[in-house]
């Protein structure tokens, strides 16, 4: 992919709330990406804002998410959901941020606002209830949570910071 276009607009939103056990996975891998993103790249403590992430959304030309997503599949497991799968997966879940987020995505794409281009990163949670500790198997998934999401950030944008912490 070519580099980015000048005055493009990237957003990276760790959604997910810390206090709901593995639900706040989205919020930890955006902590651990941000220093090594790009002086270019915004990234947003989504949490659970809900409505309130609509400027954000409709300012972006690529949005990418990083939040626990429920697949079915093994808890830790790798999830990864691209452009129109994005808005269709978040119009049926059980979080309450998704419900916000489902809203959002729909009124950015009645208003015609949508980025043109979204990636939703996550992980299949174990566990979604009271707790402010990941699962084990969670918790192990972040480190490659986060290398996904600097992949996509590199393809995205100028190259990312050449040091790791």
Avoid: C
Wanted: proline fraction near 9%; charged fraction near 25%.
């Amino acid at each position: 992919m070519p580099p980015a276009e000048p005055g493009r607009r990237t957003i990276v939103i760790g959604l997910g709330s810390p206090l709901m056990g593995d639900d706040g996975l989205g919020i930890v891998a955006l902590e651990r990406l941000r220093p090594l993103a790009p002086e270019s790249v915004e990234l947003i403590d989504g949490g659970t804002w809900g409505m309130n992430l609509l400027h954000l959304v409709e300012g972006a030309d690529r949005l990418l998410l990083l939040d626990a997503i429920d697949a079915g599949k093994a808890a830790g497991e790798p999830i990864e959901l691209v452009d129109a799968e994005v808005p269709r997966y978040f119009a049926a879940k059980l979080s309450p941020h998704e419900i916000d987020l489902r809203d959002v995505l729909a009124l950015a794409e009645l208003r015609g606002s949508l980025p043109a281009e979204i990636v939703a990163l996550g992980v299949q949670p174990g566990e979604i209830e009271m707790g402010t500790e990941l699962t084990p198997p969670v918790s192990a998934a972040i480190d490659a949570l986060v290398e996904r999401a600097v992949d996509r950030l590199t393809r995205w944008e100028a190259p990312l910071a050449a040091s790791r912490p």
